[in-house]
T-cell receptor
């Protein structure tokens, strides 16, 4: 089946620093990837839609200058949390859409803790 | 816009009990419906799906039927196991490269 990886799986950083999270589709090409954020014991909230070769589309309330998304190739999208603050601590999950069907495949998630 | 409502948890059941987690949706078109499962500390895994009315998705003993007349996609399992303890998310998406809309999730705990 389709596999999506994320790296790193967890990261701790200091307030004010930037963190890059990678999302890769390992065995298929994905023209569209999605980035979600999940707070403890809550559902996933869509942050942005990442399209290969074009600018990401951000959901209302998500700061595009803070959460930089780059979809450099058909198998890689990156999310960079810039000038991280403790309130950015969360579980970030990416997914890739399989064009042949309706379903999305999710990465295992990246737990970010900002101290 | 599209939305998903699922029953609030947590749900605690004894092993071998019958499970139902209710899910209803609101959509303007003809979405596909999904159940995802999230085990502790892990990402989401697709449990089952249905892409059109009256379709039944099934996997690992879980079932859900796409009911257009009641806009529902309830998840059922006849006999739960301790290993089924997880958070279950109902979700929908429109055709094409569209993101998923999730329900709030229902935490299931199965005790031996």
């Amino acid at each position: 089946g389709a596999v999506v990886s994320q790296h790193p799986s967890w990261v701790i950083c200091k307030s004010g620093t930037s963190v890059k999270i990678e999302c890769r589709s390992l065995d298929f090409q994905a023209t569209t990837m999605f980035w979600y954020r999940q707070f403890p014991k809550q559902s996933l909230m869509l942050m942005a839609t990442s399209n290969e070769g074009s600018k990401a589309t951000y959901e209302q309330g998500v700061e595009k200058d803070k959460f930089l998304i780059n979809h450099a190739s058909l198998t890689l999208s990156t999310l960079t949390v810039t000038s991280a603050h403790p309130e950015d601590s969360s579980f970030y999950i990416c997914s890739a859409h399989l064009l042949q069907g309706y379903e999305q495949y999710f990465g295992p998630g990246t737990r970010l803790t900002v101290t | 816009g599209n939305s998903v409502t699922q029953m609030e948890g947590p749900v605690t059941l004894s092993e071998e009990a019958f499970l139902t987690i209710n899910c209803t949706y609101t959509a303007t078109g003809y979405p596909s419906l999904f159940w995802y499962v999230q085990y502790p500390g892990e990402g989401l895994q697709l449990l089952l799906k249905a892409t059109k009315a009256d379709d039944k998705g099934s996997n690992k003993g879980f079932e859900a039927t796409y009911r257009k007349e009641t806009t529902s996609f309830h998840l059922e399992k006849g006999s739960v196991q301790v290993s089924d303890s997880a958070v279950y998310f109902c979700a929908l998406s429109d055709p094409g490269n569209t993101p998923l809309v999730f329900g709030k999730g229902t935490r299931l705990s199965v005790i031996a």
